[in-house]
């Protein structure tokens, strides 16, 4: 009788820390785009395609994944301040003819790309490119 009950508290352990790691992992937000041109983030270039923008809850990470080649980079990002875009927005900055990821964008939150601000800085700026995105 006392292994079945200790099996089973172990059971009910096991199963608590494999639900709390699962809470742990859902993502705030997640973006969903097709990006008609290939573009930079930090120092990868990725192709055009659809992408998944996944932003963490609590977390400087969001993880961009082409959903057609499954390539996947993870990114570290700094919090945005929320321009009430109505739609969800992914934004490009774009310098000489490359195209920079600088914002990701939604009616309340949002998240900045420092790698590309410091780029924008830098070089002449030839405009922003902002596509319309959808929430998951």
Sequence with gaps: MQKTVRNFVVLVVFAMALTGLSLAQNPNYRLVANIPFDFNVGNQHLPAGPYLFVVDYDSPV???????????????????????????????????????????????????????????????????????????
């Design 62 to 136: 969001v993880t961009v994944r082409n959903t057609t080649t499954g390539q996947a980079e993870i990114l570290l990002t700094i919090k945005g301040e929320s321009e009430g875009t109505g739609n969800p927005l992914v934004v490009f900055d774009v310098i000489g003819g490359t195209h920079l990821l600088a914002d990701l964008k939604t009616a309340n939150r949002g998240v900045n790309f420092p790698e590309s601000k410091a780029q924008v800085a830098l070089a002449k700026r030839g405009g922003s490119v902002a596509i319309v995105a959808s929430l998951r």
